[in-house]
């Protein structure tokens, strides 16, 4: 029983050396008219980018058209720049909205992300063309490979006529400004990603408040990509309502925590003005925690967050998309 209890210093020597890279290296928010967004810059490209941004699975989950353009346009008029997006989403309606939102001036007032599943040259390019139609832009800001959660993903995107060389083509031609990747399964799989050497501009993960805990991107990937100043985008920070089910913080508390990581956005899930203006708040609020605070909580997560009960997505398959699933032979 003694052993398993962790002490306040020894938790300090533990995380010490995360704690003192998010010190040292944490994006200070700029300073934002009253009621905006404050934005942060995102990595080495010299793009400023709103701390929050609109997670477009959700937009997609809105079941009529107009409420979810709606709510889109709402976000940018209130300071949420950063959009996120991804080519499977709904079957390609969430990007459709979401091109139809930014009609009318909204494009030159968002920084625009996609995803795709293309792991190969040809596919990737296939999807870039679709997602370029759905989000009538002629340019997409952030193009991401989507849910590097499998072994052979790396291996495939790396290889003759594998995805990169589409994300190579795609700039060249001006269709994509910045390339990234995204996954939610094992930060082994990030490292593979990295250990390429390819200049990413940004990389997309989940960090949260149980993450340090478990499978944890903040202490294994992070530092790397402040080392190589490659722009951080935090996603699952609640884990659509898992990390609250832990009972052990609050919403502010989650939000703010990930924010005081040196992370550029936050990819939220908003599928509601509601939702979308309390997040807003927090945003607008937000200073950074204290280092004690933050081993505060991390004491405060750590029995509930050993297992990865509440951070499902590390493990369970039924997180992996559709896409995926088919192409690696997932049932």
Request: net charge positive; charged share 20%.
């Amino acid at each position: 029983m003694k052993s398993q209890i962790i002490t306040r210093r020894r938790f300090l020597q533990n995380t010490a050396y995360g704690i003192c890279a998010v010190s040292l290296l944490s994006h200070s928010p700029s300073r934002a008219a009253e009621g905006t967004i404050p934005t942060r810059p995102l990595g080495a490209t010299g793009v400023q980018v709103s701390m929050l941004g609109l997670g477009g699975h959700h937009i997609g989950r809105i079941r009529e058209d107009e409420k979810s353009i709606a709510l889109i346009r709402k976000a940018i008029d209130r300071g949420v720049t950063f959009l996120d997006n991804a080519w499977e989403y709904h079957n390609g309606r969430s990007e459709n909205l979401m091109g139809r939102a930014l009609r009318d001036g909204y494009r030159s007032k968002a920084f625009l992300m996609t995803k795709h599943h293309g792991r190969n040259k040809k596919t990737a390019m296939q999807h870039l063309e679709d997602s370029l139609k759905r989000l009538q832009t002629n340019v997409i800001d952030l193009w991401q490979f989507h849910e590097i959660v499998y072994d052979a993903d790396p291996a495939m995107i790396f290889a003759p006529n594998g995805g990169i060389e589409a994300a190579e083509l795609a700039k060249k031609q001006g269709k994509v400004r910045f390339i990234g990747f995204t996954g939610h399964r094992d930060p082994l799989l990030h490292l593979k990603m990295l250990a390429y050497g390819y200049p990413w501009d940004a990389v997309q993960m989940p960090l949260n408040v149980l993450d340090a805990h478990y499978k944890s991107f903040e202490q294994h990937v992070v530092p790397i990509l402040v080392r190589r100043n490659i722009g951080i985008i935090a996603m699952k920070t609640l884990g659509s309502g898992y990390v609250l089910r832990a009972n052990v913080v609050t919403p502010e508390e989650g939000l703010n925590y990930v924010w005081s990581l040196p992370v550029s956005t936050i990819v939220s899930g908003m599928e509601s003005e509601e939702l979308l203006n309390a997040n807003i708040q927090i945003a607008q609020t937000h200073s950074s925690i204290s280092d004690n605070k933050k081993v505060e909580l991390l004491v405060k997560t750590r029995e509930v967050a050993l297992t990865g009960q509440f951070e499902p997505f590390k493990t369970a398959p039924n997180f992996d998309g559709p896409i995926g699933r088919a192409l690696h032979g997932v049932q």
